[in-house]
């Protein structure tokens, strides 16, 4: 069983990774982003709640988070090869939580895949993909989210928990091909 966190700031590639690594490895991937983005465009409540959030770059409730990943945890992991969570955890909460739902599930022992790429390569990455939330204003504080609430999950992580630091920048296949050796 493969079970995976990757990890990154906005932009370095997280979903890309994820989604390749998914189909090569028979992973259920979810990515909380591609939720929310679905919930907005579906107008549904979840939806609803999240648009201006979302769009503003910050973050979503933890508890609202937490009850779609443990949902999607407990119904889409059987027959799979394992998981890999794309933009969740976010804040030491979220962490604190997977770990309590991984243990209930008998899916600890996470391996934390770090993203690694430089500010300024982040920044052009973004404003070329030109998502609503892909505008100037809303990068910056997105990044100094990512900064202030998600980055210190890595000191949560570190104590007993392999982390493995790949950097982001370069072909997606070679990116791709440096990850799967190190998870081999
Ligand atoms: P990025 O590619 O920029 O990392 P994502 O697609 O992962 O962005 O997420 C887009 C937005 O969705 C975030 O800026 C945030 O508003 C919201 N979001 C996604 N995951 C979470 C989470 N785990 N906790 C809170 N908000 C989240």
Redesign the pocket.
């Known amino acids: 069983m493969h079970k995976i966190v990757i990890f990154g700031?906005?932009?370095v590639g997280?979903?890309t990774q994820s989604q390749l690594l998914s189909e090569k490895l028979n992973l259920y991937h979810l990515?909380?982003?591609?939720v929310?983005?679905k919930a907005i465009s579906d107008e549904t409540d979840l939806g609803l709640k999240?648009k201006k959030?979302?769009e503003s770059?910050?973050?979503?409730?933890?508890d609202l988070?937490i009850e779609i990943?443990v949902d999607a945890l407990k119904n889409n992991v059987k027959g799979t090869e394992g998981f890999i969570l794309?933009?969740?955890?976010?804040?030491i909460e979220?962490a604190g939580a997977l770990d309590n739902i991984l243990k209930e599930l008998g899916l600890d022992d996470l391996k934390v895949l770090h993203l690694v790429a430089n500010d300024d390569e982040i920044i052009k990455r973004?404003m070329l993909r030109g998502r609503t939330?892909d505008n100037a204003e809303t990068i910056k504080l997105?990044l100094k989210?990512y900064i202030d609430s998600t980055k210190p999950i890595l000191e949560y992580y570190k104590p007993d928990r392999k982390i493995i630091e790949v950097n982001g920048i370069g072909e997606i296949e070679d990116v791709f091909n440096k990850i799967v050796s190190y998870l081999q």
Do not use: C, N
């Open positions: 700031a906005p932009g997280k979903g990515s909380t982003g591609e929310l983005r999240a959030i979302v770059g910050h973050l979503v409730s933890d988070m990943v794309d933009g969740f955890p976010r804040t979220q973004l939330d997105r989210v």
